[in-house]
């Protein structure tokens, strides 16, 4: 060992023993946990918030249920000016994936509200109708929380649609502003932050990261 290597194996073999005894107690908490949760229905998860990657979780969970051999139901609010990837992949499975793209694009870029309060409350229609499928395992109901935010649709009603699904079905709510009645009925809430963002440095929106 030279005069500059500092390195003590007895230090190491402490730390070790001790990182080995937090993780023996660690596991036994989440072991007591796991042995606790037993209970098994569908749940309502919500992504939120400023940050990027609402809608491309609620995608993963689609494909999550996919590879479980689920059917699964998508259907897309607001958006819908041009296809996304997630489009273009999905609807190569149209036996295992009901996709449904309801919107004409965002509202800064329809810019008019009635047409996009009719174009809601036919995507809800749409949506109801998969709620009420027990065939079907995992709903996404992407941008939802906007047309709820916006009041397009309202609110007490999606909760009850939402609240007589079949027992073992799952929903993915994305989309800013998701409402506090919204968020009290559901299960998991993510809230997504932002801390930066390419756009801000003046970087177009690129395939396969953006859409």
């Known amino acids: ?18 990182h080995k005894a ?15 949760a037993q209970t098994e ?37 607001i958006k819908g000016a041009f296809p996304s990837g997630e489009e273009m992949f999905l609807r190569r499975f149209p036996e295992v994936c009901d996709f449904h793209v309801m919107g004409e694009g965002y509202t800064w870029e ?22 009420r499928d027990p065939e079907i395992g995992l709903v996404l109901l992407d941008e ?21 699904r079949p027992p073992m079905q799952h929903v993915v709510i994305t989309g800013r502003g998701a409402p506090p009645a919204l968020v009290e009925a559901a299960d998991t809430v993510t809230d997504m932050t932002p801390v930066k963002h390419a756009f801000q440095q003046g970087i177009k929106a690129q395939r396969g990261v953006e859409m």
Do not use: C
Request: glycine residues 10%; aromatic residues 4%.
């Open 144 to 164: 939802l929380n906007i047309a709820l935010k916006l009041h397009y649709l309202d609110v007490d009603q999606v909760i009850a649609d939402l609240l007589a």
């Open 41 to 77: 229905r569908g749940v309502i998860v919500i992504t939120t918030g400023n940050g990027k990657g609402k809608s491309s979780s609620g995608f993963g969970m689609v494909v999550r249920a996919l590879g479980h051999g689920m059917h699964t139901g998508v259907v897309q609010f």
């Open 110 to 131: 329809t810019q008019d509200r009635a047409r996009d309060v009719a174009k809601a409350e036919a995507a809800w229609e749409i949506a109801r109708g998969m709620l």
């Open 22 to 36: 937090r993780m023996v107690r660690k596991k036994d908490v989440i072991d007591a946990k796991i042995a606790a």
């Open 1 to 18: 060992m030279s005069d500059t290597d500092n390195t003590n194996p007895t230090d190491d073999d402490g730390r070790d023993a001790r």
